[in-house]
């Protein structure tokens, strides 16, 4: 079973990708491949410094993500130039990953900017998670956990896609405003019945 599990930032959804491996899923973490597809000598990172300029590189030729982060959360257009080289070198390697997968594994691709890609993409998934929390709190968590100021936080909201538009995808939606014992009942809820399917 092919499943998608998206959130907002500061939802909690790498706790509840954690909560279902311990379930026994597999986990394709997004997060990671996005990382691994512009690594230092890949040509993903080639393609974003001739995109973004070679300012972009640290010293030791490494991508500076944060100096990316301010170009790209800033403008929408250059957003959409950075996903045009990412996605489709991040969602090859989701390919070969899930190939890799027992026959019979629940497979759970963590899909930070799942609605982004559109209801076409989400379809491709037999059941879609989302990780829904207010926006109020979203801001509250990245303030407190990250040191982020409120400015950067609503910034970082803006520039993903709205919670409508994430839980209009959902086939389940998991509410993590509350605790951690809430959210483990619920996680494991969402599990059973993906399994019984």
């Given at each position: 079973m092919r499943v998608g599990l998206t959130g907002g930032i500061a939802s909690g959804k790498s706790t509840v990708a954690e909560l279902l491996v311990g379930l026994g899923a597999v986990l394709i973490d997004g997060d990671a491949l996005a990382r691994e597809v512009v690594?230092?000598?890949t040509p993903g990172l080639a393609q974003v410094?001739?995109?973004f300029g070679e300012d972009l590189l640290t010293p030791?030729?490494?991508?500076?993500?944060?100096?990316?982060?301010r170009i790209v959360f800033a403008d929408e257009a250059?957003?959409?130039r950075l996903e045009a080289i990412t996605h489709p070198l991040?969602?090859?390697r989701?390919?070969?990953?899930e190939a890799a997968a027992p026959p019979d594994a629940v497979v759970v691709h963590d899909i930070p900017l799942l609605a982004e890609a559109g209801a076409e993409r989400a379809a491709t998934f037999d059941a879609v998670i989302v990780v829904d929390v207010p926006e109020e709190l979203q801001v509250e968590r990245m303030v407190r956990d990250r040191g982020w100021t409120r400015e950067d936080a609503e910034a970082r909201i803006a520039a993903q896609a709205s919670r409508e538009d994430r839980l209009a995808i959902a086939t389940h939606v998991i509410d993590n405003s509350g605790t951690l014992d809430e959210l483990r009942a619920r996680?494991?809820?969402v599990f059973a019945d993906l399994t019984q399917r």
């Open positions: 690594a230092r000598g410094v001739e995109e030791e030729g490494d991508l500076d993500r944060s100096a990316l982060g250059a957003r959409r991040i969602f090859e989701y390919a070969e990953l996680v494991d809820a």
